[in-house]
């Protein structure tokens, strides 16, 4: 079955206590992403892979690492984490886009809820 | 910056009625349209999506209104079921470089409630 995993799904910390979530998928997708979803604002992209060892920052990307080592993981880490970044994390992945058209569809974990006090 | 501005962001139809939910955006150089559905405790998952080329796209209950020159595009949910109440994010993206990656900006999301 195609899908992306992620773990934790819950979790609540202390604040400075550092975590990672792990992500994972196994349609052997080269793009993957992380967004960060908060009630009136939607879903926000925090960082996004375009291959291995390729990262880069999305939209909201303060506070947050990622790293890409093999195709199928996309970890996010918080070094220090603040009761900002209390929210649902999304990893998810797609099929690396080609031509001139966008429209790839993008695959979503079902979303780790962590609670930073 | 809300390139893309969704509304309403929550939404109570009648078992049977028609839902609508709307979308707008501001850049021209969006090429594709889709709409995400999500269950509570589940991530988004793709219900429907459109091109600006086409009007309208139609799916089963679900359909896509397509407004190019007013840069609008909405999400129609016909007999509205109980088991559609989630909540609904309509979405742009923007092709990247040849061989790229593709940018998309979603909407804040519309929570659908379907009564009995």
């Known amino acids: 079955e195609a899908q992306v995993t992620q773990n934790p799904r819950y979790l609540i910390t202390v604040t400075g206590k550092k975590l990672t979530v792990t992500c994972s998928q196994n349609?052997?997708?080269?793009?993957m992403s992380w967004y960060r979803q908060d009630p009136g604002l939607g879903l926000r992209q925090i960082y996004y892979?375009?291959?291995?060892?390729?990262?880069d920052k999305g939209d909201v990307p303060e506070g947050y690492k990622v790293s890409r080592k093999e195709k199928r993981n996309f970890p996010l880490i918080l070094e220090s984490p603040s009761p900002n970044q209390t929210s649902l994390y999304f990893c998810?992945?797609?099929?690396?886009?080609?031509?001139?058209?966008?429209?790839?569809?993008?695959?979503f974990g079902e979303g780790s809820w962590l609670t930073v006090v | 910056q809300q390139q893309v501005k969704q509304s309403p962001q929550s939404l109570i139809v009648q078992k049977g009625g028609i839902s609508i939910i709307n979308c707008a955006y501001e850049?021209?150089?969006?090429?594709?349209f889709p709409w995400y559905q999500q269950f509570p405790g589940k991530g988004p998952a793709l219900l429907i999506a459109?091109?600006?080329?086409?009007s309208e796209k139609k799916e089963g209950r679900f359909t896509i209104s397509f407004n190019k020159s007013a840069k609008q595009f909405s999400l129609h949910i016909m007999d509205s079921q109980p088991g559609d109440s989630a909540t609904y994010f309509c979405?742009?993206?923007?092709?990247?470089?040849?061989?790229?990656?593709?940018?998309?900006?979603f909407g804040i999301g519309t929570k659908l409630q379907v009564i009995p």
């Open positions: 998810a992945s797609s099929q690396r886009a080609g031509g001139l058209l966008s429209g790839n569809t993008i695959y």
């Open positions: 349609m052997n997708h080269e793009y």
């Open positions: 892979s375009m291959n291995v060892e390729v990262t």
């Open positions: 850049n021209t150089a969006f090429d594709y």
């Open positions: 459109i091109r600006p080329d086409v």
């Open positions: 979405a742009a993206s923007i092709p990247g470089r040849s061989g790229g990656y593709q940018k998309v900006t």
